[in-house]
């Protein structure tokens, strides 16, 4: 695992010369405060892949295109099951049916046009050597395209909790430089806060977008897709006196 680090500082405080006075003596003013800002980012193999396919239908009525699209998902949802193993976690997600749009974009005349219906059809892939296998068997059996794809890696949690630890560390030695820089010294830890950036799946890994037409990784054709763990841990120290 490779750990990335950056740490950006923000001080809140009054001029040196008035920090006693400001301590002990005007009651009314907020406390001189230490904040710090430091992010951890660690970089993990993918695992698992979940991967949103598009199907579209038309027809002249809107049922009828809901009726032909609801049978084209079945058809691909039967082709990726039927021979590919790690395929788990399979749903079905009618999203809508709208007229069709003409070249322009804009929607044709409905009296004499025509309607799309789509459904989405949602799996999670265990083997990623197949993907691109499964993607051709999806689209040769009816599918439009791949609309989305998040990778899962299942150390993300225990590696947050890593980078979040290393932050507060980071924290503190930085607060404590600024504080003697000062002429004071670090107080208690007034508040600290977490934020987490991911991308892709929202579940109990973390994920992020990948463009599967992009990837070149079956076979050993390039580079595995990874995961990418962020934490951000703000700290907030009193400043104390010397």
Do not use: W
Request: charged content about 20%; glycine content about 8%; hydrophobic content about 50%.
């Amino acid at each position: 695992m490779r750990l990335l680090s950056s740490a950006t500082c923000l001080l809140m405080l009054a001029l040196p010369a008035a920090l006693e006075a400001q301590a002990t003596v005007d009651r009314t003013t907020p406390e001189p405060m230490v904040v710090v800002t430091a992010t951890r980012t660690a970089r993990l193999a993918a695992e698992r892949a979940t991967i949103m396919l598009l199907v579209e239908a038309t027809s002249e009525t809107a049922d009828e295109a809901v009726q032909r699209a609801r049978a084209k998902a079945s058809t691909v949802q039967a082709a990726v099951r039927n021979g590919q193993a790690g395929i788990a976690n399979v749903v079905m997600l009618p999203i809508s049916v709208v007229p069709s749009e003409n070249r322009n974009g804009y929607p044709v005349n409905t009296a004499a046009g025509s309607f799309v219906a789509r459904h989405g059809m949602r799996f999670r892939l265990d083997r990623l050597d197949q993907l691109l296998s499964v993607e051709a068997v999806a689209l040769a059996a009816g599918a439009s395209r791949a609309v989305s794809m998040g990778f899962e890696a299942s150390a993300s949690d225990s590696t947050r909790a890593a980078l979040a630890r290393e932050a507060l560390g980071a924290n503190r030695a930085e607060a404590e430089q600024l504080a003697a820089a000062l002429g004071g010294r670090l107080g208690p830890v007034v508040e600290a806060t977490t934020a987490r950036a991911t991308g892709g799946l929202e579940s109990a890994y973390s994920a992020f977008a990948f463009n599967p037409f992009m990837s070149q990784f079956e076979g050993g054709g390039g580079q595995l897709p990874e995961v990418i763990v962020t934490v951000t841990v703000t700290t907030r120290y009193r400043l104390l006196p010397k």
